[in-house]
């Protein structure tokens, strides 16, 4: 049968299979998964903490539990040796062994909770409601018996679960954040820095780099073998039915096009436009007198630090005179980029800044024509190609090979080698469908219809393993040539940006070795384009006045720290902001206080894990 990808509905089958398979899906849920994994004979548990065993199928329920968390988080199935290279079976033993010395404790204490509160909490849990939305005997025993679970067995687990909720929360409730800590944590969040940095580029070098000789370029090819490898690929044959291929056979109904070009003519007639900022104060007075400074001379960009913004945060895009309420007359009436106000706005007085005019635009039928023709053919074939996929389907699950399915449905054959840890795979791997799907194609596989997210259809199969070797010297020349001119010129940059430091040191203008790009206000979560990361690490580590080399992939900068802006300490967004961090302190304090605690109890009480019987769980997944 067909995958579906994200965008594709499934099949649907009879209702009443769907109202039976979705109620189950409910109980299941409701339930956590519990004791859908069931170990016969004398496999009870996989080990003890104190007199308390670790039930086995509590051990392979909550597995079950990680690996569909994974599934879900990477879109495709996770193996349990996937999930134990990443150490996921370790950490759910370290959480049950945590859990389990906590019950034990709680049992030696003789914490315990009554039968009404284990009533309480059956009667209130959604699985085991009926169809009148309350609790259910009948559901109640269908459903344990279900999960292969006794009410007297159910009732004991729950019991415990909440004897043990009542011991965590006397050792982890009732933290408080210190309040040092709380304000140092938010000065250093709320921080805010200034600084000037000059982006070199090729045109800043003294001299160009010259060109290397085939010597030179072989050298670098085999010091860097490793760049001009072929990494180790999964070859796979398949037939593909897209609709960017068949899309200009599809016939045009220029009626229809000419509907479709009226029903949106907002699209291709718009209106004047402006590219405009807003600046919100607390008060007319205020705004007024932030207008005066800017008649004055002052920059706007100095308003706007003074409010703790950047001119990202008071961007408003490209807008239309009826989205400019009591401001349009006075906006749209700059003929020059300026600054008009105060305007009441619904979040108070504001000033508004123009920058630029864009001017009125109307795309006429014949000129939206072609592209609207190329959209109603790709419409067309994504149904043409729709109702191809049952017939793509019957063929590939009655035999037909992989060549009488394309020769009977139009589709083409093609070979690629497929490589997984491409970050932005091209063509037909450049479909999210298509690598799902050859991430878990195999030996041996047969081949099925899968569906891509713009409607085409596609089928494969697995060739062989293509082993990772170095792509020849000739084949990969203009690549390593590049390689090597990219590594020469990052040298070059890094030797003038040394030289500029040293000469803005011994008093020399930053500006007068290029355009200075000048940033007044940044916080250290935010964003300099075309800047590696490590820029505003550096810049929240340097003191005013401090200057230095950043280099990055594709970077080069000399940079220099003009003002660190302390955190503000007023208002109902530092309040905010503080109680935030507060409440994760005290979070952190009591996750830490409760993970000694479980330390000390199963220190006290001694752990005995039994590989055998965990290796035997771990058989079971595979």
Do not use: C
């Not at 499934?10 to 039976?20: D, L, P, T, Y």
């Not at 040293?502 to 800047?531: C, H, K, P, Y």
Request: proline share 4%; net charge negative; hydrophobic share 45%.
């Amino acid at each position: 049968m067909a995958k579906d990808s994200d965008d594709t509905p499934r099949k649907k089958g009879k209702g009443s299979q769907i109202v039976v398979w979705a109620l189950m899906a409910m109980l299941v849920v409701g339930l956590g998964g519990f004791g859908v994994t069931n170990f016969g004979g004398g496999l009870t548990s996989i080990g003890r903490v104190g007199d308390r065993e670790i039930d086995t199928n509590t051990y392979a329920r909550a597995l079950q539990q990680e690996l569909a968390a994974l599934r879900a988080q990477f879109g495709q199935n996770i193996t349990l040796s996937q999930a134990q290279s990443l150490g996921i079976d370790r950490q759910v033993l370290q959480s049950l062994v945590a859990q389990t010395a906590l019950d034990n404790e709680a049992v030696r204490v003789r914490l315990s909770v009554g039968d009404a509160v284990v009533a309480q909490r059956i009667t209130e849990s959604p699985a085991f409601q009926g169809t009148a939305g309350r609790f259910d005997r009948d559901t109640y025993r269908f459903t344990l018996d279900r999960n292969n679970l006794t009410e007297s067995a159910y009732e004991a687990t729950l019991r415990a679960d909440v004897a043990r909720q009542l011991l965590t929360g006397a050792v982890a409730g009732g933290f408080v954040a210190p309040a040092p800590l709380t304000d140092t944590l938010y000065n250093w969040v709320g921080e805010r820095r200034g600084f000037s940095m000059l982006r070199l580029t090729q045109d800043d070098l003294t001299a160009p780099i010259p060109a290397p000789d085939d010597a030179a370029v072989l050298a670098f090819y085999e010091a860097n073998i490793a760049s001009f490898t072929a990494p180790e690929a999964k070859r796979i044959r398949f037939a593909a039915l897209l609709p960017d291929a068949i899309a200009a056979d599809q016939p045009v109904d220029e009626d229809a096009l000419r509907r479709m070009y009226d029903a949106r003519l907002a699209e291709f007639v718009q209106p004047e436009r402006r590219l405009v900022e807003r600046l919100i104060y607390p008060s007319t007075e205020a705004a007024s007198d932030a207008r005066a400074r800017v008649d004055a001379g002052e920059a706007f960009e100095t308003l706007v630090a003074e409010r703790g913004l950047d001119l990202d945060d008071i961007d408003l895009g490209d807008v239309a005179r009826e989205d400019l309420g009591s401001a349009a007359e006075a906006v749209f009436a700059l003929d020059a980029p300026g600054v008009v106000g105060p305007f009441d706005t619904d979040l108070g007085p504001a000033l508004f800044r123009m920058n630029a005019i864009l001017a009125a635009q109307e795309v006429s039928f014949d000129e939206a024509r072609t592209d609207l023709a190329i959209e109603m053919q790709t419409d067309a074939a994504r149904r043409l190609i729709a109702g191809q996929v049952d017939a793509i389907d019957d063929m590939l699950a009655g035999g037909s090979t992989l060549d009488e399915v394309a020769q009977d449905q139009g589709m083409v054959i093609e070979t690629v080698d497929y490589v997984a840890s491409v970050a932005a795979p091209e063509g037909i791997a450049g479909y999210p469908a298509f690598r799902a799907a050859a991430d878990a194609l195999s030996e041996g596989d047969f081949p099925e219809a899968v569906l891509l997210a713009d409607g085409g259809v596609i089928a494969m199969e697995y060739v062989e393993l293509v082993p990772a070797a170095p792509i020849p010297f000739e084949d990969a020349r203009d690549d390593v040539l590049a390689a090597f001119v990219a590594d020469a010129t990052t040298k070059a940059l890094g030797d003038r940006a040394i030289e500029v430091k040293s000469a803005v040191e011994g008093g020399a203008s930053l500006g007068a070795f290029g355009i200075v790009q000048r940033t007044a206000n940044i916080a250290r979560e935010g964003f300099v384009e075309d800047a590696p990361s490590s820029l505003l690490t550096a810049v929240f580590a340097m003191a005013p006045g401090d200057l230095q080399v950043i280099e990055g992939p594709g970077f080069v900068g000399v940079v220099r720290l003009d003002e660190v802006r302390p955190a503000a300490q007023e208002g109902d967004d530092v309040a905010a902001l503080k109680s935030s961090i507060a409440a994760q302190v005290e979070q952190a304090l009591a996750q830490d206080a409760l993970q000694l605690f479980s330390n000390a109890l199963t220190d006290e009480a001694g752990i005995f894990l039994d590989q055998n019987a965990i290796n035997a769980v771990h058989a079971q997944f595979n």
